[in-house]
């Protein structure tokens, strides 16, 4: 070895391409790896515990405003728990809002439920906010000699309606089936609800069995923030 050879300084080897490849592999793997696991999580939850929705129209102004995101507690009727009046719910219209839904098919089934997991969009077409007037063996009446809806003979108090509003400008006198709800949209003068199906299956009331869940907070915009919980019942 010469004298230069011996002043030459050391240096490490520069990465090959197949080094710098496999790093940058494993580095999209790791965020691929936490991007699915977030959708997972939070798909389950959705799915089982709790579900964003968004308020699609003014039927329940002003307690619920367009574009709303409200966290819908799917375990509030589970476990014992009953479904009461005053309650607002969400439910699948299939059957008695809506006719039988088409299958979209697997793909677009997946997509739709991970943008609702994430809150951005509604389950589905067919899903529904509104607020539990009766419930199973109640005599719904519309309206007293005051204009007030009437429960079991009962007027009602609704401080929740849309200012302005008339608890219904729809007479109607019905005795809900057991198992079967009677519900109604706060803003009474811009919601399609019980009143506007008298005439089809079920005269205009929706099965117990396909409430979604409760609706207990508001989570979005932040300014309105806020427990639903109904103390009306």
């Known amino acids: 070895m010469t004298d230069s050879d011996a002043r030459l300084p050391e240096r490490d080897p520069a990465p090959t391409p197949t080094g710098v490849w ?11 790896v936490v991007a699915l696991s977030t959708v997972l999580i939070t798909s389950l939850t959705s ?18 405003q367009v574009g709303d995101r409200v966290l819908v507690n799917k375990l509030a009727y589970q476990f014992g728990g009953e479904v009461r009046r005053g309650d607002v719910i969400v439910f699948d219209g299939t059957g008695s809002f809506d006719a039988e839904a088409a299958d979209d098919g697997p793909l677009v089934g997946l997509v739709r439920g991970v943008v609702a997991a994430i809150g951005l969009g509604t389950s589905s077409e067919t899903d529904y906010v509104k607020r539990v007037i009766g419930i199973g063996g109640d005599r719904v009446t519309c309206c007293d000699a005051e204009g007030r809806i009437t429960v079991n003979g009962e007027p009602l108090d609704e401080p929740y309606l849309y200012p302005g509003d ?4 729809v007479r109607f006198d019905i005795q809900v089936p057991e198992g ?40 979005w915009p932040i300014g309105r923030w806020s427990s639903l919980r109904s103390d009306h019942g």
């Open 22 to 32: 496999r790093r940058w592999s494993r580095s999209v793997r790791f965020w691929v």
């Open 47 to 64: 799915a089982y515990v709790v579900q964003p929705f968004v308020i699609p129209s003014g039927s329940m102004e002003g307690t619920l």
């Open 180 to 219: 079967r709800l009677w519900v109604m949209g706060d803003h009474r003068s811009d919601s399609a609800d019980s009143r506007e199906y008298l005439g089809s299956p079920g005269g205009g009331t929706v099965s117990e069995d396909r409430v979604i869940g409760r609706v207990d907070w508001i989570g």
């Open 166 to 169: 008339k608890p219904s400008n």
